[in-house]
């Protein structure tokens, strides 16, 4: 269930949410406010309204219930072509319903349209982009950042058109990324354009309460991201948010990424997080990164692979419950969805640079060589701090137990458990990049996952 902020975003207003449910609207158009107010009236929808402020009395609707007030017919008849670029902002009732979103923001972040048409469930959506000095040359690698596989556009003397081959969802989702994105981010390029779009989510998942044994609503959220990236999702009866996807042909290995749900503690409804020098910390209380920074890489790596995969296998995405209160949730997980796994890796170590391979250094997770290889993709790809090295107790012995290659990569916090906790965010992230660089070295993995089988069967024999 979308909420009103995204719903309102999606759809093509240009609000500022000031709390849950209350909303900034002064920057909005009078004619675009007009409009809203008018769908709020048709949707039967209790709201406050004093032209600065909008309140939102009722609960969220269905988007699906949403839109069907929003999409009349001849709706976008024109092509949103009754403004002037430059001169004023488009007319909301005048943009096709699923192109509209998308269009505001090109607008808001500088890139001017003067056409847009959603494709009407027929053809691929397009925008035209008003000429200036390098505006292309930025909107391609911001798109590219959203996760669109490639960007095509046809230029001519006043304008670029630009297609976007993707279904209407996702365009409505694309309006909602693109809504996060300040417009002093363009010149820096599609790298650092990524990195502050996964900071971005990271701060939310931080803001979502779900100690150990209440976390219902952690759970639906990422419910809801992860669902457009996978093949098949489902919460067992423990829980636990189960997903898989098959990548390419699927001719590889057979992965489990892993991070937990809960917290150790609730975190504080009136905390803020202070941000210094990239190291997050909590105003008052945990600040939450065990784990919520190991949910964060899993969907990082969930979206990206899904817009440019260069795997080949299946993965299989757990996020356990009760993880803080004795490995709870990932002990109950049932054993046919672990059948046929090759290796696992679980994001959630304190620290900076560990793989950690063992349990005290007495109760192995996996045979030394599968270490060896993360050390060695970490190295290559000019990440030297990666080392192999013993642990604490984790969802890595479960899947270990369960006779998979299992390891637990740092995921940047520091001082979990306690108020003094902080997360080195550009850690967190390096940790999501190694896992893609992991995972894109599929041939040479399962050559390792290949030998550890066949010494492990001299061994028996």
């Given at each position: ?125 397009f925008v035209s982009i008003v000429k200036k000095e ?73 803001s979502i309460p779900g100690e150990s044994g209440n ?247």
């Amino acid at each position: 269930m979308k909420n009103w902020n995204q719903l309102f975003v999606r759809h093509g207003w240009l609000v500022n949410e000031k709390e849950e449910n209350v909303f900034d609207i002064r920057y909005e158009t009078e004619a675009n406010k007009e409009f809203l107010l008018q769908i709020l009236e048709q949707a039967q929808l209790s709201y406050r309204y004093d032209k600065k402020t909008l309140v939102m009395l009722n609960q969220p609707i269905a988007e699906g219930d949403w839109i069907s007030f929003l999409d009349f017919h001849y709706r976008g008849r024109g092509e949103g072509l009754w403004f002037r670029p430059r001169q004023e902002e488009p007319k909301v009732r005048e943009l096709d319903t699923y192109i509209c979103g998308i269009v505001r923001q090109l607008n808001r972040l500088g890139f001017f349209t003067n056409g847009s048409c959603d494709g009407h469930g027929r053809n691929s959506a397009f925008v035209s982009i008003v000429k200036k000095e390098n505006n292309i040359e930025q909107l391609v690698p911001l798109l590219l950042a959203l996760g669109m596989k490639r960007v095509n556009y046809r230029e001519n003397r006043q304008s670029y058109t630009i297609s976007f081959p993707i279904k209407r969802l996702e365009l409505l989702d694309l309006a909602e990324k693109m809504s996060v994105v300040q417009e002093e981010w363009l010149e820096k390029g599609v790298d650092y354009l990524k990195e502050q779009l996964f900071y971005m989510q990271l701060e939310e998942l931080l803001s979502i309460p779900g100690e150990s044994g209440n976390e219902g609503r952690i759970r639906d959220v990422v419910q809801e991201k992860l669902t457009p990236y996978v093949d098949f999702i489902t919460v067992d009866r423990h829980g636990n948010l189960l997903a898989e996807k098959t990548y390419r042909a699927g001719h590889g290995p057979t992965l489990i990424l892993s991070a937990h749900l809960d917290t150790v503690e609730e975190i504080l409804e009136n905390r803020h997080i202070v941000k210094e020098n990239g190291i997050w910390s909590s105003s008052e209380g945990i600040l939450g990164a065990d784990d919520r920074a190991g949910v964060a890489v899993l969907l990082n790596i969930a979206e990206t692979l899904y817009h440019s995969s260069t795997f080949s296998g299946k993965i299989k995405f757990i996020f356990s419950v009760e993880e803080e209160v004795g490995l709870v949730g990932a002990s109950k997980v049932d054993d046919y969805f672990l059948w046929g796994t090759d290796a696992a890796i679980v994001v959630d170590r304190r620290g900076t640079g560990d793989i950690v391979t063992s349990c005290g250094g007495y109760i192995p997770f996996c045979d030394a060589e599968y270490g060896e290889f993360i050390e060695k993709v970490a190295k290559e790809a000019g990440w030297d701090g990666w080392r192999c090295t013993p642990g604490g107790s984790s969802d890595t012995w479960i899947w270990a137990q369960h006779g998979i290659q299992s390891v637990n990569l740092s995921a940047g916090y520091n001082r979990e458990h306690s108020d003094k906790e902080y997360l080195d965010i550009r850690a967190c992230y390096v940790t999501a990049q190694l896992i893609q660089s992991f995972l894109g070295k599929g041939h040479e993995l399962r050559q390792v996952l290949n030998g550890i089988r066949r010494k492990q069967m001299v061994q028996v024999n």
